[in-house]
């Protein structure tokens, strides 16, 4: 392989690293995958008896699967703009997880313990929860930036 | 960065819109570059130069804060 040949192949693996995103279609693909999650869950939480953890945990991770799908799919009309509104989302999305994960547990500790006398022990939040409030605040900043522009 | 692309595509009596479809991306990517809020890549804006039919330097100048 020439020297080139061999800096073209470099150059058009980086750009495929940097320009992943699945079809729009996977957008709509991850809504339906999270109405159908939240709704068993509702029936999971008042409709089914007994044990039900590990159809909670089941659909706990379907909703982040949507979300995620939602999150990486490609926009209706993508370009430039919007792959970098894009970025910026997921950079408010990755310091609001941070600062989530610092404070939530004091927060809820100091809740707990404000409104019980012996209220929760001191514990860490789930990654369920950082995950879910991360996908969260991506998809809300990246569709407030977009109605920015 | 200041621009003169409003002024470019008066010239040519386009629309935003019809100034997206030519370079592929939205119309709301036209708005935001001609208000300054939104740069444009070298690549954009080498296409909007072969729509405008003059050199990039025409229509983006440095402002004094660049």
Redesign the interface.
């Known amino acids: 392989m020439g020297k080139q040949n061999y800096i073209e192949c470099e150059r058009r693996g980086l750009e495929k690293l940097i320009n992943f995103r699945l079809p729009h279609n996977f957008y709509t693909i991850g809504m339906v995958i999270i109405g159908a999650a939240i709704v068993m869950m509702f029936v999971r939480a008042f409709a089914l008896e007994g044990d039900q953890n590990v159809l909670k945990e089941v659909l706990r991770k379907l909703l982040l699967v949507g979300m995620l799908l939602m999150s990486i799919a490609k926009d209706k009309?993508e370009?430039?703009?919007?792959v970098?509104l894009r970025m910026q989302s997921y950079t408010y999305a990755f310091i609001a997880g941070v600062v989530y994960a610092l404070i939530m547990p004091f927060v809820d500790y100091g809740v707990s313990n404000a409104l019980k006398a012996e209220g929760e022990a001191f514990h860490d939040i789930g990654d369920f929860q950082v995950l879910l409030f991360m996908l969260m605040i991506q998809l809300l900043c990246f569709h407030a930036l977009?109605r920015m522009? | 960065m200041e621009n003169t692309i409003k002024v470019e595509r008066a010239i040519l009596n386009l629309t935003q819109g019809d100034l997206a479809e030519k370079i592929?991306?939205?119309r709301?990517?036209i708005?935001?570059i001609e208000a300054n809020?939104?740069v444009?890549?070298t690549?954009?804006a080498l296409k909007l130069s072969e729509v405008f039919g003059k050199p990039v330097n025409n229509f983006f100048k440095l402002s004094s804060d660049d």
């Open positions: 009309d370009d430039e703009m919007v970098k977009k522009r | 592929g991306v939205s709301q990517t708005n935001s809020r939104y444009p890549s690549v954009l």
